[in-house]
């Protein structure tokens, strides 16, 4: 089961969608299946039914299960836990986002501060910091690793399509463009993040008049 997911997830931790590999890594429960930690002083009993359902199961680091998310299951609001072998998501939201199920792009902007490239609730969206939050997804080891994949992975690939665009050269425009294209395929990491960063190196208008389209990373239960 635990390779079946890494495969699934194009061996990337579903939530901070380092590469990594099976081994010391772990299973994880979306919804944890031995309690549930509401993060307001509340503890409920854990989705017990929801251990072997698949849908449930999602793949991740040790770092972001074991020190970050763990038994953490905050509830929106007004959110309805679900009744005991009720199927989610019923009337429940959680306020961390489902990886599986939600683009988080809708709700995490990567933005470069001036130092690094730090992940915020999109629009102010709160789902999407508390996520951050939950998660530790603006943890220092992380904005190092961020920083350098833009560095080393990005900007090179769009230096290239900005060079052709100011020779005009419309053949190697579009050749340096399907390279940056590649980099938000599926089996890549860290396309959240690359998506945010083309937008703010290559924004639309330098890329609309070159009919340079920016596809959406894909939802990884798509």
Known sequence: MKHDLWIQQAMRCCYCESQ??????DVEHFRPKARADRLNGKVDAGYWWLAWTW???????????????????????????????AQPPGGERSTLIDPCDEDPVESIHFVFNGLHWQPVGRNGNVRGQRTIEILKLDRPDLLTIYDAHVDHQVKPRVDAVRDAIRRADVPLIKTAWHRVRGLL???????????????????????????????????RGA
């Open 55 to 85: 849908q449930n199961l999602l793949f991740s680091c040790a770092i972001c299960n074991r020190s970050a998310k763990n038994d953490l299951f905050p509830l929106e609001h007004g959110s309805v836990p679900l009744l005991a072998e």
């Open 185 to 219: 395929s599926p089996r890549m990491q860290f396309v959240a993040l690359t998506f945010d960063a083309i937008e703010h190196l290559l924004p639309a208008d330098q890329r609309l008049p070159w009919d340079l389209e920016m596809p959406r990373p894909p939802i």
């Open 20 to 25: 990594i590999q099976p081994d010391y890594n």
